[in-house]
């Protein structure tokens, strides 16, 4: 029997925070120590949640049912986090559904960018995104960004930043209950998993993954120019720092 190794999802400075494998548990922070994983520059506020998962036969399913998102990646006055998603006993080839997922909302026209850590672009055009390789045991979790995610900067520091487009460009105006998935579900016809991700076929005991961060921020214009787009995001985050 082959035997499971586990991958546990974790949150500090993130909201949809570390995929660390087997013992290693992955706890991240910014620069300066501040939990922050959303940032807001305007009349205008942003949330990122995650559905909650449960085992089955061909891997993890989404519990929370369609359009809910349960899980709450949220920091207590300590620091502490208070809740986590544990895909435990995975193996090769197993499906994985894990689907960050942005709500804004904004009183006028907004543009909303994401920042996905230790990722980097296979295809810009397919928008296929995975985690990089760094370490002698490393593989890749791919994944396929969805609609309206453009590949703002795939050079950023240690990972990639993305904006929503919406369907045009620059600025949507948002409303309540408006929420944007980063990753395009996927649905296998032979088992019926609904996923977004695959664990790859090489993964052994000892595989690890470098950890998947990610973050987000909404920012408030009409028509802004790009520099001082990049001005506002090198300001509030380290997205863009050398």
């Known amino acids: 029997m082959k035997k499971r190794n586990q991958i546990k999802v974790l949150g500090t400075m993130v909201v949809i925070a570390a995929i660390g494998i087997g013992s290693t548990l992955a706890y991240l922070t910014d620069k300066t120590d501040t939990l922050h994983n959303t940032f807001s520059i305007g009349d ?75 990722c980097e672009v296979v ?46 460009w620059w600025a949507d105006h948002f409303t309540q209950g408006t929420s944007i998935s980063i990753f395009k579900k996927f649905k296998d016809e032979t088992t019926g998993a609904v996923y977004t991700a695959k664990l790859p076929n090489d993964f052994e005991e000892d595989s690890t993954f470098q950890n998947l961060t990610v973050q987000a921020m909404i920012i408030q214009h009409n028509f802004i120019e790009n520099d001082d787009v990049n001005n506002l995001i090198k300001t509030n985050t380290n997205w863009l720092d050398d």
């Not at 895909?87 to 996905?116: C, E, H, Q, W």
């Open 123 to 168: 295809n810009e055009d397919q928008g296929i995104i995975q985690t990089k390789a760094i370490a002698s045991t490393d593989k890749s979790l791919e994944f396929t960004l969805d609609d309206y995610w453009e590949i703002y900067e795939k050079d950023a520091n240690k990972g990639i930043v993305l904006m929503y487009t919406g369907g045009g």
């Open 44 to 118: 205008v506020s942003i949330a990122l949640k995650e559905s909650a998962v449960e085992s089955c036969d061909w891997g993890f399913k989404d519990s929370d049912g369609d359009n809910t998102w349960t899980v709450d990646f949220s920091q207590d006055a300590n620091g502490n986090i208070k809740n986590s998603v544990t895909y435990d006993g995975l193996v090769a080839g197993d499906f994985i559904y894990k689907d960050p997922t942005v709500f804004p909302v904004a009183s006028v026209s907004s543009t909303v960018y994401a920042y996905l850590g230790n």
